[in-house]
């Protein structure tokens, strides 16, 4: 759910980098950050817990225009990968506007993605979402591995509405950007509605 900030005359709008553990969320966030010019840019929040982290920031995209005359500002997480931090993951979606769902390529990281896309499903259901209708992009990450699995059996697992897909390599940028902007505008789309 958008928050307007009348003030300063902006939208804010979260996407949540949703998948299981070590598929590529924080790399995704890390080189977001990092290609984004500064003075449209937050501050890199790191969560850490024992065994993996939750990263935020913000930032005010320069090419997206306005909606009614309010910019719009982005406010980007990660979720913890493992189940065992569910309650966390449950928490980081209230209020969600857009999911990416980072998908890790690797054959042996397939069951962890078909649990992880049921564990998005399930949290969002708990918010009053329904994948179905919310926002929501896949990226099929890491394709550079040799283990990687062809992209038409990943889609025939996980694609849930016939979603936008990229492929990505998060850590040399690979998809990266084009994943963003696929969850950004459908989001704009949707607060154009309203």
Known sequence: MSFINYASREINCKIVYYGPGLCGKTTNLQYIYEKTNPSAKGKLISLATETDRTLFFDFLPLDLGTIRGFKTRFHLYTVPGQVFYDAS??????????????????EARMDANVESVRNLESNLKDHGYDLAMIPYVLQLNKRDLPTAIPIEEMLRQLRIKSEPYFEAVAPKGIGVFDTLKACAKQVLIELSKK
């Open 89 to 106: 993951r449950k928490l980081i979606l209230k209020g969600v506007d857009g999911v990416v769902f980072v998908a890790d390529s690797q």
